[in-house]
């Protein structure tokens, strides 16, 4: 299939990231980490998805040795009570917080190349005051950025400017409910 598409692409037009799945979890594919359909082919885009419950360094990292371009972790909430509302009742807040950084990380260690956007949602199901939800995406940006600048350190990056106020603004300026950070 992905031949298929790479043959024809002159014809199809621009090609977003190709997708092996639609709706669900794809990491519950058992041959996920030999995935021999996900090969280096430079004309071909590929995504993954994840809820990140079944993120690990095994999964990650032959994601990353596969050629996968981007990767989407739906992280979805800012703290543990706003979690709750996933209706996930076998994921922890604390444990997917913690396979997000283990697959950024993972990125880092092995400089690999995916382009890696996490997704936090910032809805009106919490049934709590728009500036309690706001102050819990706050607490949560300051938590990833403090993350950030320890990685930095770790592995001796550059590091670059994290601004909790301009990317509020930005996401508080948005007309959607989602907020996505690279």
């Excluded at 709750?84 to 260690?109: H, Y």
């Amino acid at each position: 299939m992905i031949d298929e598409i790479a043959e024809k692409r002159s014809w199809l037009g621009p090609l977003y990231p190709f997708k092996l799945h639609q709706m669900g979890e794809p990491m519950l594919h058992p041959d996920l980490p030999g995935d021999r359909g996900l090969r280096r082919e430079p004309r071909v885009p590929f995504e993954r998805n994840t809820n990140c419950g079944l993120i690990t360094q095994e999964r990650i990292d032959a994601l990353y040795r596969a050629g996968l371009t981007n990767l989407i972790l739906s992280y979805q909430t800012p703290d543990a009570e706003s979690f709750r509302t996933r209706k996930a009742p076998r994921l922890a807040f604390e444990d997917t917080r913690d396979k997000v950084r283990l697959a950024v990380e993972r990125k880092v260690v092995l400089r690999a190349e995916p382009n890696i956007e996490s997704t936090l949602m910032n809805t009106n199901t919490w049934k709590v005051p728009d500036r309690q939800r706001r102050l819990a995406g706050d607490r949560a940006r300051l938590d990833w950025i403090a993350f950030c600048q320890e990685l930095e350190r770790r592995h001796g990056l550059t590091p670059r400017r994290h601004d909790l106020r301009g990317r509020s603004a930005a996401s508080a300026s948005s007309t959607g409910d989602e907020d996505s950070g690279r």
